[in-house]
């Protein structure tokens, strides 16, 4: 292990943080809602405040396996996003004429998240600094260039390096509205404490062991009790297994990220970032990091994982070679922070789905409604699936349930082993690709025709 990680706590160092309030009791007996929202995490803390917003008298529900943000929505980056479909290019790739509306979308879901924080007097951070995506190579400076939008700022080497100070930048694309930073662990507790204020019910640590019909609505079964609903929203990303369904199209996938101690007012000006932006290198295995509120790198991404069989597991949450590998380029790219030691090592399960964005549903004659495959960039997205999974709920038609987005699936996976197989070698291709000037092979092209490719 190398020696800047020797002394790393193994947890998030989001909820690590001082201010996580108190779980809730875990259901014990029966109970009756309008409303169930299945997971506490972003999904399902938008998905109840909003349902209290459009029917103040709704009796809602919210129902968690752990506690509020326990999974991916306290361990992620913090990067929110306006993109609903992970990034323009994928979505272009598999939406392309409904790419203005979605993106259009988009910023205002964006603009609404920041309405919402400043409502419910919510201190997350949020911070709407943008997004720097800096080019390591030529070769993808050369793709930069070609795939510019408008609005967008394309900075050459001396331009990017003056944001910030890495001798690994060739040049960079720098979208400065379309992204803000926040707390990922104190969003989910400002919403928790949002949901409460407006009467919104919880119960913790009381994972859902079963999803039957009963009578006209549904029922959920615990290990310790009931809950009986009218209708259902299923917000619980990669840990779902309520509906088999879902299985034949999500698969687990562990993201891993470091967080380093404080830097010191001279080692802060030594790389610049005075603006303060997110930043992701735009490889097929691509590093995201930012800084956080007390002036802390956060560096993750690279090592995207799948373990054969799809098994999640807590072990997973700990993978010592991604960590010195993630380490070792950190240093890579920031030489001047080389006594910076690291003070947090943790990973955790993103629900990807083979179009890397998500996609929607419902199940049980319209009671239940889903959302799901965010794969990685749901900070954002999630308060607009949530919006979707209440639509689908109503059955009224929306603009938002007319999306092609939202009427189509995803490629199914295969089953198992063959998809560890398919999986494991796109992994080996796009990190082949990576070391070929972005040059894809044979396999990654044949993915592309059927509307399988993968570039971010």
């Known amino acids: ?123 997350c951070d949020f911070s709407r600094t943008g997004e720097l995506s800096v080019a390591t190579a030529e070769w993808q400076l050369r793709e930069m260039r070609a795939e510019l939008r408008p609005g967008f700022e394309l900075l050459d080497r001396e331009q990017v390096r003056a944001e910030v100070n890495s001798p690994t930048y060739v040049g960079g694309v720098w979208d400065r509205d379309g992204c803000a930073m926040i707390d990922p662990a104190r969003l989910v507790w400002g919403l928790r404490e949002a949901c409460l204020s407006l009467g919104v019910r919880f119960y913790e640590q009381s994972p859902v062991e079963r999803l039957a019909v009963h009578g006209a609505g549904m029922r959920l079964h615990t290990w310790r009790g009931r809950l009986s609903a009218e209708k259902v929203a299923l917000a619980t990303g990669a840990h779902g297994k309520l509906l088999r369904r879902l299985g034949h199209f999500v698969v687990p996938v562990y993201d891993y990220a470091l967080m380093t101690a404080p830097l010191t007012p001279a080692q802060l000006a030594s790389i610049g970032w005075c603006n303060r932006q997110g930043i992701g290198d735009s490889a ?128 199914p996976f295969p089953p198992e082993p063959v998809r560890s197989g398919v999986i494991q070698l796109t992994r080996w291709s796009i990190a082949q690709a990576d070391r070929n000037a972005g040059r894809r092979n044979v396999w990654l092209r044949t993915l592309d025709k059927v509307g399988l490719g993968f570039d971010s």
């Open 1 to 123: 292990m190398p020696s800047s990680l020797k002394d790393a706590l193994s947890e998030p160092y989001w909820l690590t943080q001082a201010g996580a309030p108190a779980p809730a009791a875990p259901l014990d007996g029966t109970d009756t809602a309008d409303l169930v929202v299945v997971g506490a995490g972003y999904s399902g803390l938008w998905t109840a405040l909003m349902a209290k917003e459009r029917d103040p008298g709704r009796d809602v529900v919210v129902i968690e396996a752990g506690t509020a943000g326990w999974a991916a929505s306290g361990r992620n980056g913090g990067f929110c996003s306006a993109s609903l479909t992970h990034g323009y290019a994928n979505g272009v790739s598999r939406f392309p004429s409904e790419m203005p509306v979605l993106e259009r979308l988009g910023r205002e879901n964006l603009d609404e998240i920041a309405s919402t924080v400043d409502r419910y007097g919510i201190e």
């Open 284 to 411: 097929n295995q691509f590093h995201y990091y930012r800084l956080s509120a007390d002036n802390r790198i956060l560096w993750g991404g690279y090592d995207a994982v799948y373990y054969n069989g799809g098994r999640i597991d807590p072990s997973h949450d700990q993978r010592e070679a991604t960590f010195a590998t993630l380490a070792s380029h950190f240093y890579e790219t920031f030489p001047q922070l080389a006594e910076v030691p690291f003070t947090h090592k943790w990973g955790g399960v993103i629900d990807t789905c083979s179009r890397f964005s998500s996609f929607f549903g419902t199940s049980h004659g319209g009671r239940v409604a889903y959302a799901v495959g965010y794969t990685g960039l749901g900070v954002g997205a999630t308060r607009f699936g949530a919006n979707v999974m209440l639509d689908l709920l109503t059955g009224a038609p929306t603009e938002r349930t007319s999306l092609k987005m939202v009427r189509s699936k995803p490629i």
